[in-house]
T-cell receptor, first 115, second 117 residues
Framework: AQTVTQSQPEMSVQEAETVTLSCTYD???????LFWYKQPPSRQMILVIR??????QNATENRFSVNFQKAAKSFSLKISDSQLGDAAMYFC????????????FGKGTKLTVNP | DAGVIQSPRHEVTEMGQEVTLRCKPI?????LFWYRQTMMRGLELLIY????????DSGMPEDRFSAKMPNASFSTLKIQPSEPRDSAVYFC???????????????FGPGTRLTVL
């Protein structure tokens, strides 16, 4: 079974600075998807960014980018120019490419943005 | 679009009572997922449906939990009898398979916070 590990329960960053959230996963599959979800205090889960394992190029979405290291099974999220609205729980998630639609989530990292 | 709609947003009940959580997926979506979020276990998939048919219910904790999807626009998650350890936030999500891809983004509802006393 696949597992996702987020080793940083909490992180903090100064407004306008850059922060990196870590995620590692364990799988025997070669094709899969990886995601970062944001959960603000409103509880709403919001997809931030996704990465297909077969793509070597790291995904980017505006201020959000990932560092995908397939061999190391590492998938970190970098937030540039942090804003107060970025404060939230961030969850890393894994999904197989074939078969199950199941998302496997990490335990999350709470990000605080200091003004 | 209104997004995924869940009701109620908050539910407080006493141990032993029946609890029913409701979900209306985004119109046109053919997958529906139920997740549970707790501090101890994080976010876990309980069950998911495709075209109203349960596909994977391996995450359903025990026989006290049941889920149904009588039609494409409505699903329920029922707990009977409820126990204090069922206290959690329950999320519903829906998705559809985008033409030309094998990927379908899951859109989450706002969740139902359940407290069992």
């Amino acid at each position: 079974a696949q597992t996702v590990t987020q080793s940083q329960p909490e992180m903090s960053v100064q407004e306008a600075e850059t922060v990196t959230l870590s995620c590692t996963y364990d799988t025997s599959e070669s094709d899969y998807y990886l995601f970062w979800y944001k959960q603000p205090p409103s509880r709403q889960m919001i997809l931030v960014i996704r990465q297909e394992a077969y793509k070597q190029q790291n995904a980017t979405e505006n201020r959000f980018s990932v560092n995908f290291q397939k061999a190391a099974k590492s998938f970190s999220l970098k937030i540039s120019d942090s804003q107060l609205g970025d404060a939230a729980m961030y969850f890393c998630a894994y999904r197989s490419q074939g078969g199950s639609e199941k998302l496997v989530f990490g335990k999350g990292t709470k990000l605080t943005v200091n003004p | 679009d209104a997004g995924v709609i869940q009701s109620p947003r908050h539910e407080v009940t006493e141990m032993g009572q029946e609890v029913t959580l409701r979900c209306k997926p985004i119109s046109g979506h053919d997958y529906l997922f139920w997740y549970r979020q707790t501090m101890m276990r994080g976010l876990e998939l309980l069950i998911y449906f495709n075209n109203n048919v349960p596909i994977d219910d391996s995450g359903m904790p025990e026989d006290r939990f049941s889920a149904k999807m009588p039609n494409a626009s409505f699903s329920t998650l029922k707990i009977q009898p409820s126990e204090p350890r069922d206290s959690a936030v329950y999320f519903c999500a829906s998705s559809f398979l985008t033409s030309g891809t094998v990927y379908n983004e899951q859109f989450f509802g706002p969740g139902t916070r359940l407290t069992v006393l």
